[in-house]
C-alpha cells in the first residue's frame, strides 16, 4: 500500500513539473510573439552626422526642392531621411534606374526556363534575320546587342499604344550599328524586344506579369509603367511601356525591390528571382568591351556594365560587388555587396547636377558602417 502511495506521488509529482514546464513554454512562445515584433521594427539608427550637411548643400547648391534618402543593411532599414519639400509617398518618374526593374521581371521569365539568356532571338521573333538574328537577351540586357545606344531616342519616341511586338518589328528594320556582343552602347531601343519576347513567352502583357511577378509579392503599389514623352497616357492606355526609362515609383517601393535583390532573391520568406538569376544580373558583361557610349556626367565613366545595372566594383570572378543603377532625374539606388548596405536616393533633379553630391553622401554613408 505504501509503495502504491508513493508511485502515485511520483506520478503527480512527474505530473506537475511536465505542466509546469508546459506553462513556461506556453507563456515563453506569447513573450516572444509579443517581443518579436518590437524587435522587427526596431528603432532605426541615427543617419551619420555628416550626412544632413550633405543633404543640405544639394537642397542649397543642386537646387533639389526634396530629397528622400532610405538605407538599409541585410534586409533592415537603418534609417529614412526625408528632407525638404517631398511627401512620404512621393511617386516620381525614375528614368533608367528603370532598367534593374525591367531586367528582374525578364529573369523571372528566365527562371521558368522560358527563355535563355543565350539563344538567339532570331529563334522566337522570325523578323530579326542574319546578324540581328543570332543577338542574344544577355547582350540586349547588357548594351551590346549591336542595336546602337540612346541617340536618337528611337524606343523613346515609339507610340505607347503600339504593342511591345510591333516596337521589337520597327526596332527590327533599322540596321545594326555593330557587331553584336563587340562594343557597349548605353541606351539601346532593344530592351523592348527583350519585352516582346517576355510577353510572347507567358501570353502575358508587361503591366500583367508585373503585377503578377514582383509588385504584389513585394507589396510595390504604386509603381507604374509609361513613357518619358506621354506623362499624360494613364497606364491603362500604354501597351508599348518604355522598358529602360518608362517606371515611376516610390522611394518605399523602390527600397522593397532592393531588399529582395539583397536577400538574394527573397522578400519576407517567398521566392521571387532565384539566386543565379541575381547573380547573374550582377555579373560584369561588358570587360575587355569599347565602352563607345555612356550616359553623360562622371557618375558612370570608367564603369563596367552588369544586367541591368552598372559595376562600381567588379570581384576576380567577374562578380559586381558595388552595383547602382542611376536615373538621368535624380533617382540613385545602389547596393554594397562588402558591406550588405544598400538604399536609394529619391529626388526630382538632373542627374549631372546632383551626382557629384550623391557619391560624396554615399561615402559618408558607408564610412559609418563597418563592414
Partial sequence: MTGTKTTQIKRANSTLLWNSLLVLATLGFFLAALLFPLIAHADPVA???????????????????????????????????????????????????????????????????????DEPIGHHLPEFTGAAGAITLRQIMSFTSGQGGLRGLVDVRQDPRITLAESARQIAQLPLQDKPGTVFKYGSPAMQIAGALVEQATGLTWAQLFQERLAAPLGMTHTTWGNPLRPDLPPGQISNPNLQGGATTTADDYGKFLTMLASGGTYQGRRILSAKAVNEMEHVQTQGLPMTFVPRGGSVQGLQYALGNWCGAVGENGECTLVASPGALGTYPWMDRTTGLYGIFFMRRRMPLVEKDIQTARHIIEQAVQP
Wanted: proline residues 7%.
Fill in 47 to 117: 543617419p551619420p552626422a555628416a550626412l544632413m550637411p550633405q543633404l543640405r548643400k544639394m537642397m542649397a547648391d543642386d537646387g533639389v526642392p526634396g530629397i528622400t534618402v532610405l538605407v538599409f543593411r541585410h534586409g533592415q532599414m537603418l534609417y529614412r531621411i526625408d528632407q525638404g519639400d517631398i511627401a512620404h509617398d512621393t511617386a516620381l518618374p525614375v528614368a533608367s534606374a528603370s532598367k534593374w526593374l525591367a531586367v528582374a521581371l525578364v529573369m523571372t521569365v528566365v527562371d521558368e526556363g522560358k527563355l535563355s539568356l
